[in-house]
């Protein structure tokens, strides 16, 4: 979860080691994706949504049913999607 002061951009980021890959979403307080995940490197996908108002934020990782993963994730307030 990340809140901030004022009108930001969230940025979620999933990374692992090796395995199948990760996917992740931002979502909004009702649980709804705000932003989807694309590719950032061989083992990273991120997912960033600009011009946010100030609440609570949540980034969630997925994969295919049935595999398995282990995955770090963040989500942090950056200055821009770059």
Do not use: Q
């Amino acid at each position: 979860m990340c809140a901030g002061a004022h009108r930001a951009t969230r940025r979620g980021r999933t990374s692992w080691d090796a395995g199948s890959p990760v996917s992740c979403a931002l979502l909004n307080p009702a649980g709804a994706a705000i932003g989807t995940g694309s590719p950032m490197g061989t083992n990273a996908i991120r997912a960033c949504v600009a011009n946010l108002p100030v609440s609570a934020y949540y980034a969630v990782a997925f994969s295919p049913k049935g595999l398995l993963n282990n995955y770090r994730i963040e989500l942090k307030i950056v200055d821009n999607c770059l």
